[in-house]
């Protein structure tokens, strides 16, 4: 497709459950973002990728969080032992350049996690 | 450390009348600037940038935004705002203390355009 997908939409887990979220980038865009977005917030920083190389996770809350994107293309977000807070919608964006500073991202519509 | 603040949680405008939604920032550097609007159950969708040059930057759907380095704002208008305008709208920086490219998001503005 032309934009960026995600996958599920929606997420419904039991709290200590793992989760993981899918990211399908736009064909050829060498930067990937995770971003949290909690209800009623702006969008909050998780992660960055160039290409394979995770350069920045800084963001993630703790070490249950973990991503990957391990050919440089789609990527994962996996949450294990899931807890409510970490109820949210999971945005992930991607760049054309790997110079981005300057370079506007492309959001998909974000996956839609409930933790009950 | 950079921030971007967004001062109205919720913007109300007659259809036809002109709209302003507003943002402020702090950055240590030169500020890149970034609007994105949030339709509901729809990913965020880019409308405009500011990274150097003219001050009025125009963008998607008839929106612009004016950048003001003394105030340290960089407000989203449009001329005549239309019902399908309603939304919520993020204003956002680069963090360049972060890895090239990661955005600082305020916490969004809700427009509601009334017929």
């Known amino acids: 497709g032309a934009g960026v997908s995600q996958s599920p939409r929606y997420k419904v887990a039991k709290r200590g459950q793992d989760v993981a979220l899918r990211c399908d980038p736009i064909?050829?865009?060498?930067?990937l973002f995770w971003y949290q977005q909690a209800l009623g917030q702006g969008p909050e920083f998780l992660t960055y990728?160039?290409?394979?190389?995770?350069?920045?996770k800084s963001g993630l809350p703790s070490d249950r969080f973990f991503a990957e994107r391990p050919e440089g293309s789609v990527s994962t977000l996996k949450i294990q032992r899931t807890q409510q807070e970490d109820s949210a919608v999971y945005l992930c964006?991607?760049?054309?350049?790997?110079?981005?500073?300057?370079?506007?991202?492309?959001f998909g519509q974000g996956t839609r996690l409930t933790v009950v | 450390a950079q921030s971007v603040a967004q001062p109205e949680d919720q913007v109300n405008v007659a259809e036809g009348n002109p709209l302003t939604v507003k943002c402020t920032y702090s950055v240590s550097g030169n500020p890149y600037l970034f609007w994105y609007v949030q339709y509901p159950n729809r990913g965020l969708q880019f409308l405009l940038k500011?990274?150097?040059?003219?001050?009025l930057v125009k963008g998607s759907y008839g929106f612009e935004a004016e950048f003001n380095k003394s105030q340290t704002s960089f407000h989203l208008k449009k001329p005549s705002a239309l019902v399908s305008d309603s939304a919520l709208y993020f204003c956002?920086?680069?963090?360049?203390?972060?890895?090239?490219?990661?955005?600082?998001f305020g916490k969004g503005t809700k427009l509601s355009v009334k017929p």
């Open positions: 500011y990274i150097t040059g003219d001050n």
């Open positions: 990728f160039q290409n394979e190389a995770q350069l920045d």
């Open positions: 064909s050829g865009h060498v930067s």
């Open positions: 964006a991607s760049s054309l350049s790997n110079r981005g500073a300057t370079t506007e991202a492309f």
């Open positions: 956002a920086v680069r963090d360049h203390g972060g890895s090239q490219g990661n955005l600082i």
